[in-house]
């Protein structure tokens, strides 16, 4: 069965700094992985998606993150953080059959100036 | 603007009460869902809808019931409330129901339910 897991609940990096979210997924087939952020208060929005090709693939907001298959890990990362990036962010993997998507628990990630 | 769109934003009600919660997209997708938004903030689908059509139900109290009056509409109506159903439900859509890579999710901003 699918299932993502995001071994990280909570983040805390200071702003500048560079940042990676972990995220580990398990799927029979080849995976459609996303990464989602969620601010307060609001619902969530996708940053990147990945199904095939180059394994490093870059989202909005400066994110990218990397497909490793031998890992099942879909990691995302930026250089340098910024306040505003304070959020939820969730990963996700998507399946063919009925369009489903399993989410990750979420990591909350806390920047401090 | 383009988007989806979901009301109300907060609900607080007494147990034993039936809601709605409305949702609707003017994006033109396919395929609409509703997911819960526990307190450990775990996300997991409820029901979605390709054109009108229940495609996905998962394991949720026949209390809930959900209608689509057309593709663009997908409501969520609750029975008898209980203070378990307190969560965050998200509206969500899809261009369409077989391609997750070019039909990712698009999300409304939730509507916060608070059963007392």
């Known amino acids: 069965a699918q299932s993502v897991t995001q071994p990280d609940i909570h983040i805390t990096v200071s702003e500048g700094a560079s940042l990676e979210l972990r995220c580990n997924y398990s799927?029979?087939?080849?995976?459609?992985l996303f990464w989602y952020v969620q601010s307060p208060g609001q619902g969530l929005q996708l940053l990147l998606k990945?199904?095939?090709?180059?394994?490093l693939v870059q989202g909005i907001k400066g994110f990218e993150a990397e497909f490793k298959r031998s890992q099942s890990s879909f990691n995302l990362r930026k250089p340098s953080v910024h306040w505003s990036d304070a959020a939820e962010y969730f990963c996700?993997?998507?399946?063919?059959?009925?369009?489903?998507?399993?989410f990750g628990t979420g990591t909350s990630l806390t920047v401090i100036p | 603007d383009t988007a989806v769109s979901q009301t109300p934003k907060y609900l607080v009600t007494q147990m034993g009460n039936d809601k709605s919660i409305k949702c609707e997209q003017n994006?033109?997708?396919?395929?609409m869902y509703w997911y819960k938004q526990d307190s450990k903030k775990f996300l997991k689908i409820m029901f979605s809808?390709?054109?009108?059509?229940?495609?996905i139900n998962e394991t949720v109290p026949n209390r809930f019931s959900p209608k689509s009056p057309d593709k663009a509409h997908l409501n969520l109506h609750i029975n008898s409330l209980e203070l378990g159903d307190s969560a965050v439900y998200f509206c969500?859509?899809?261009?369409?129901?077989?391609?997750?890579?070019?039909?990712?999710?698009?999300f409304g901003n939730g509507t916060r339910l608070t059963v007392t």
């Open positions: 990945y199904f095939s090709g180059d394994t």
């Open positions: 994006l033109g997708h396919d395929t």
């Open positions: 809808y390709n054109n009108k059509e229940l495609i």
């Open positions: 969500a859509s899809s261009q369409d129901q077989q391609d997750p890579y070019n039909s990712p999710l698009h």
């Open positions: 996700a993997v998507g399946v063919l059959a009925g369009n489903q998507f399993y």
């Open positions: 799927y029979g087939a080849t995976p459609y």
